[in-house]
């Protein structure tokens, strides 16, 4: 199994719901991320997660909130999202050593009304 | 910190034509280099890196890329294109002194090949 798997793959929230996102790897891999990627840019690294814990925060809000409750699961909970915050999320995983190949789920498309 | 500049947004070829996309960084220590391609309606895929070693790296589906250390680049070529080489390619860096695990997008480039 190579596949980073991410539900739901389309999202539609209000300004004052609470979501969750989910990914899910079974590859042994050690390090999680959180990438989002506004239509027609590159993504951008929001969180990095080493063995369950959190090594890197790239200053998001903290309307997002990262969790990684085993090393097969990463969860984005979402809370008073902002309009501006439409992006497809994305998930990806690694191996230990770092900087070896990130795999890319397939993403969240989430649009806030 | 450190950017990631990649020359063209929009690349249109026929088949058969050869490909080459720039990619420029501007960090100046030692760096890990990525490409990564995007094919309509799928996930980032990687085609290829280069951590240390030989310069010229070759990656899957004919794509190759050269390190110029002295010119801060990591350009990737395809001699000869096919119609599913159609996707955006992004180039991405990763200096692992600043924070393994953080790596930086360029802009992409869409390459739309013709048939």
């Known amino acids: 199994d190579t596949e980073v798997t991410q539900t739901p793959k389309h999202l539609v929230m209000g300004m004052t719901n609470k979501k969750s996102l989910k990914c899910e790897q079974h590859?042994?891999?050690?390090?999680m991320y959180w990438y989002k990627q506004k239509a027609k840019k590159p993504p951008e690294l929001m969180f990095v997660?080493?063995?369950?814990?959190?090594?890197i925060n790239e200053s998001v809000p903290s309307r997002f909130s990262p969790e990684c409750p085993n090393s097969s699961l990463l969860n984005l909970h979402l809370h008073a999202l902002q309009p501006e915050d439409s992006a497809l999320y994305l998930c990806?995983?690694?191996?230990?050593?770092?900087?070896?190949?990130?795999?890319f789920g397939s993403g969240t498309q989430l649009s806030v009304l | 910190a450190q950017s990631v500049s990649q020359h063209n947004h929009h690349v249109i070829l026929s088949e058969a034509a050869s490909l080459e996309l720039g990619c420029n960084y501007s960090?100046?220590?030692?760096?890990?280099l990525f490409w990564y391609v995007q094919y309509p309606g799928q996930h980032l895929q990687l085609l290829l890196k280069?951590?240390?070693?030989?310069?010229l790296v070759k990656g899957i589906k004919g794509f190759e890329a050269e390190f110029i250390k002295s010119k801060f680049s990591f350009n990737l070529r395809k001699p000869s294109v096919q119609w599913s080489d159609t996707a955006e390619y992004f180039c991405?860096?990763?200096?692992?002194?600043?924070?393994?695990?953080?790596?930086?997008f360029g802009a992409g480039t869409q390459v739309v090949v013709t048939p």
């Open positions: 990806a995983s690694s191996q230990e050593p770092p900087n070896e190949k990130l795999f």
């Open positions: 590859m042994g891999h050690r390090a």
């Open positions: 997660y080493s063995y369950e814990k959190l090594s």
């Open positions: 960090y100046g220590g030692t760096v890990n």
């Open positions: 280069y951590f240390s070693g030989d310069p």
């Open positions: 991405a860096v990763n200096a692992p002194t600043q924070g393994w695990g953080k790596l930086q």
